[in-house]
């Protein structure tokens, strides 16, 4: 022992604080740093730049519906139906995805009242394996609309998606015609589909159920598109203008309805189920 550590030790400092590790938060966009506590009740929105972060299911439960709701089962699809592999095992992958979220698959429902709108919210998770598209998001979102249909309310939904699950293969890319079937089904009944789309939306999601929606919403500086930016400006040899599959870009050109603030969101939501209501059109 040097005679630096002895001298150290013999100082009556006591023992060193422990610093949490989530203190903090790093604003993806502007790199400021954040109270973490602070940043979660600002919606995880940064106060200077207005960066709207990427949040899971049970956040955006919490921020829309009122008190009382109820999570809905998942239901129950076969996980590895290709027995894929790539540098894991697709179980493998999924076993780690399901331990590091709350919930068993990027889509999630629950059923509830939006300032006491009845309404089914489901929510993709960015955080589960990119919120990608397979058997268990599809069977999920059909979930979703059944339940809204028996329920005579409303189905909303908030996107957030890398695209399709490329370990489920062509069973992934069915997922855009069923989910456009349960579409049709909830247009049937006389009942609204309001689409949130958030950070980032892209790919077959893209290509189906989050553009099929009565009313598209979309947050602030939302990445929305099918194809990447490279993919397209190789395509068509051209460069791409500025803000290209933003939020603000696609309302610009009418491909999306609103861009409202995260903490407008839940009142614009009640606004539009009570003017898409069954009950209100009825009168």
């Given at each position: 022992m040097s005679w630096l550590t002895r001298v150290r030790n013999s100082l009556p400092f006591g023992d060193k604080r422990e610093?949490?590790?989530?203190?903090?938060?790093?604003?993806?966009?502007?790199?400021?740093?954040?109270?973490?506590?602070?940043?979660?009740?600002?919606?995880?929105?940064?106060?200077?730049?207005?960066h709207h972060g990427r949040i899971g299911a049970d956040a955006r439960f919490a921020q829309l519906l009122d008190g009382g709701f109820e999570v809905l089962p998942a239901p129950k699809v076969r996980d590895d139906p290709l027995k894929f592999r790539d540098s894991k095992k697709y179980p493998d992958r999924l076993k780690a995805a399901?331990?590091?979220?709350?919930?068993?698959?990027?889509?999630?429902?629950?059923?509830?009242?939006?300032?006491g709108e009845p309404v089914v919210l489901g929510v993709q998770d960015f955080a589960f394996m990119g919120?990608?598209?397979g058997m268990a998001v599809g069977a999920a979102f059909v979930a979703g609309a059944d339940r809204a249909i028996r329920d005579k309310c409303a189905y909303v939904i908030c996107t957030a998606a890398g695209g399709a699950r490329m370990q489920e293969g062509i069973l992934s890319l069915m997922q855009m015609p069923k989910t456009t079937v349960a579409i049709r089904r909830l247009a049937d009944a006389g009942l609204p589909y309001i689409v949130v789309i958030t950070d980032p939306t892209t790919g077959g999601v893209t290509a189906s159920y989050a553009m099929l929606g009565d009313v598209h919403i979309a947050e602030p500086?939302?990445?929305?598109?099918f194809a990447g930016q490279r993919v397209i400006q190789d395509t068509i040899r051209e460069k791409l203008p500025e803000g290209f599959q933003r939020a603000e870009y696609l309302f610009d050109h009418g491909m999306v309805d609103m861009v409202v603030p995260r903490k407008d969101l839940r009142e614009m939501l009640a606004r539009l189920l009570g003017y898409l209501s069954p009950a209100q059109q009825a009168a």
């Open positions: 610093t949490p590790d989530n203190l903090w938060t790093k604003c993806p966009s502007c790199s400021e740093m954040l109270f973490t506590k602070e940043y979660e009740e600002n919606l995880s929105v940064c106060p200077r730049c207005e399901r331990a590091a979220n709350a919930h068993n698959d990027a889509l999630t429902n629950a059923a509830g009242s939006i300032l919120g990608s598209m500086g939302a990445l929305i598109g």
